[in-house]
């Protein structure tokens, strides 16, 4: 009790922190603010939620006072990374890792197994932030010192609700990478995906190839999916249910079931379906790729793991083109060192190509337009950009039954969940709402009418949410998605804090390509992204598809119990369509234009026939010897699901080459090292 007393004296009065909440609920500014203030529109809305982001950072700071005093297990002393300093760091290594994402820190892990090898892995962010393990807290990372902070070009076709028509683009500055700053989810994607690869001219990509290295990372602990054949447990990766969920989300599961779908395992034998979100979670913490694949290694005394430490430039002879070292930054230091064996780039599908670039290996005509040096003329880097288009925004408001006993708390409102209790909650009984991600506790892959039914391979998945941007009272959602302050207030002023849900409808298959271009040859400057969202007509029409689902779901006997009715405010821009119809829908996504952060493709995997391809089926680039890519931009087309577990497979599956590459192996295309045989007996 005196421990509690104490954080409360630290931060100030519980009762203050409540006060501010209740005011926050009234869709007012707080008291603490000026009560001669009078504004209407954008610009109280405005007010109101940085008074609730001011209470957001209260609350984190209780938080963390509670992480260091009650929670040894997130602090983890022990087994966190130490990296290496300035002057321990070695002029040569066999192998250079760049960047410490969800590739990078598998290929650390993996290379370093072999005691003969010296792995030197560079990461440009620091140590993930203890808050970076609890689950809700996910979306506060964005837009952070852990984030790159990246935006697309602003365009007048999409993006249009978002200040300067530009979406955001998070990216992970920190080891981990994107699994430090995701929500998550743990999704394979579709079998019929990785057939496709290798009918691409990808040998050994396909599903049945890539299987046994998802198996091998994964230490499954959902209970009924511990003895399938498609999972494995005793793997680096844990895999969990989310530790708390909303109510509301059990009837979206059943108005699913309404509709027609089953409830499945969406990485088991078929995808098509409804579930709740399978995550990777360790005891309901995020077990990034940091904490499972780093925390393991961590005494390893030939893993050497530098922070802070920005690559410039990978270092390749011009005559033999042949990679020799990296050169980055140290902090303030420039530092050089070498690679004996093997350069590998896992910087991600904006930094692989951007760096590529800045050596010299890129399209010649844009190199001479920026004024790089081209070492190599490869006219794919930076192009085949995909990534997951969605539809964010979209509210249904509910009533909660009327014999739930708690209706307050029938929902995500987060005024009521975000509270000083629950963070003791959290850090003292190790249960409540920090442990949930509410904006997608469950998930669907569903057929719209492009989608032929009975190939099971689903068009369009859905998020399912207890908590819309109404019920944040735009703390979180609209800071993530860089919504205006204007399309918010007209869109949700007026229905805060009410109890609702939400679905995000994605594009698992988009047609349109985009591509990355240098903006110039200073490192600083974010290269150009430009998504290129619904350039091909038929993503608008597939995606319009999924968001009327959406609104078929609000219909069904399960949510009509709840008395589900759509957002009754309308986008002006958008009214003259009528609601609902799949114009209406065309419009809306048009300006509620939302990442799923899964950008990919950039480096893209092919034969050497193929012009457009960056690297082989053994990601190493084509024209340049001992430099590899390894991460989701060698994708030659983007899976069906969410992005994290297929970038980790890649890099099991990568760093199983390398060792055959090394070790003088069979090159045979069906070739498993003898670490993975066993798992293709299962």
């Not at 197994?113 to 689950?135: F, T």
């Not at 591509?515 to 029409?541: A, G, M, W």
Request: aromatic letters at 10%; charged letters at 25%; one cysteine or more.
């Amino acid at each position: 009790m005196q421990q509690q007393l104490s954080v409360s004296t630290a931060i100030g009065d519980r009762s203050t922190v409540t006060t501010l909440f209740n005011q926050t609920r009234t869709g007012k500014p707080p008291s603490c603010y000026s009560e001669s203030i009078e504004m209407d529109g954008a610009g109280a809305t405005a007010l109101r939620i940085a008074a609730g982001r001011g209470i957001q950072l209260v609350l984190v700071l209780i938080i963390q006072v509670l992480i260091v005093d009650f929670r040894p297990d997130i602090v983890d002393d022990e087994h966190r990374v130490k990296p290496v300093t300035l002057f321990d760091l070695k002029d040569e290594y066999d192998f250079v890792v760049i960047g410490a994402g969800s590739a990078g820190s598998v290929l650390a892990n993996r290379l370093s197994e072999n005691r003969n090898w010296s792995v030197l892995l560079l990461e440009a962010g620091p140590d993930e932030p203890v808050l970076s393990d609890i689950p809700l807290m996910f979306s506060g990372l964005q837009l952070s010192p852990w984030d790159w902070q990246f935006k697309t070009e602003p365009s007048d076709d999409y993006c249009l609700a978002m200040d300067g028509h530009q979406c955001n683009w998070p990216r992970g500055k920190v080891l981990g990478g994107g699994s430090t700053l995701n929500a998550m989810l743990y999704v394979r994607g579709n079998k019929k995906d990785y057939d496709q690869w290798e009918e691409l001219g990808n040998p050994g990509w396909n599903f049945t190839n890539v299987l046994p290295y998802f198996k091998k990372s994964e230490d499954m602990k959902i209970k009924q999916y511990k003895n399938s054949p498609y999972h494995h447990t005793g793997g680096y990766l844990t895999v969990e249910y989310f530790k708390f969920r909303s109510p509301v989300l059990d009837y979206l599961i059943q108005a699913g079931k309404d509709i027609g779908y089953n409830v499945v395992d969406v990485n088991g034998a078929t995808q098509t379906g409804f579930t709740y979100s399978h995550g990777t979670l360790r005891d309901g913490l995020r077990c990034s790729t940091a904490k499972a694949f780093l925390r393991s290694a961590s005494k390893r005394e030939n893993l050497h793991v530098s922070v802070r430490s920005r690559a410039e430039k990978i270092l390749i002879d011009s005559d033999s083109k042949t990679a020799y070292g990296v050169q980055f930054l140290f902090g303030a230091v420039r530092r050089t060192v070498k690679a004996k064996r093997e350069v590998i780039l896992s910087a991600g599908s904006i930094q692989s190509p951007q760096l590529l670039m800045l050596s010299g290996v890129g399209p010649k005509d844009h190199l001479n337009e920026i004024g790089v040096d081209t070492v190599h003329d490869a006219p794919g880097v930076g192009e085949n950009l995909q990534d997951h288009v969605a539809i964010g925004g979209m509210t249904y408001l509910i009533n909660p039954p009327e014999d739930y006993p708690d209706k307050e708390h029938f929902t995500f409102i987060s005024p009521k969940e975000l509270t000083e209790q629950t963070a003791e909650e959290f850090a003292m009984n190790h249960t409540g709402p920090l442990y949930g991600v509410p904006f997608s506790g469950g998930m669907a892959f569903i057929n719209t009418k492009y989608a032929n039914k009975t190939d099971d391979y689903p068009d369009v998945q859905l998020f399912l949410a207890s908590v819309t941007d109404a019920s944040d009272g735009g703390i979180s959602g609209k800071k993530a998605n860089g919504i205006s302050d204007d399309f918010y207030t007209k869109m949700y002023e007026n229905i805060l804090y009410r109890s609702s849900y939400s679905a995000t409808p994605l594009l698992l298959r988009p047609r349109s390509r985009g591509y990355i271009k240098l903006r110039s040859k200073n490192l600083d400057e974010h290269p150009k992204i430009v998504p290129n969202y619904f350039h091909d007509p038929h993503d608008l029409d597939v995606l319009a598809e999924g968001a009327d689902f959406i609104y078929k779901l609000s219909q069904t006997r399960t949510l009509k119990r709840l008395n589900a009715k759509a957002n009754p405010n309308l986008i002006p821009e958008c009214s003259s369509f009528g609601f609902p119809s799949i114009d209406y829908w065309k419009c809306f996504a048009r300006f509620y234009t939302m990442t799923i952060y899964h950008p990919c493709g950039t480096c893209k995997m092919g034969p050497a026939s193929d012009k457009m391809a960056v690297v082989d089926a053994r990601l190493r680039v084509h024209g340049i010897k001992r430099l590899r890519v390894i991460d989701a931009s060698i994708m030659p087309n983007i899976v069906s699901g969410n992005t994290n577990a297929p970038t980790i497979m890649i890099a099991e599956k990568a760093a199983d080459m390398i060792k055959e590459d090394w070790f003088g192996e069979s090159k045979r295309k069906d070739r498993f090292s003898p670490s993975i045989q066993k798992w293709l007996k299962q």
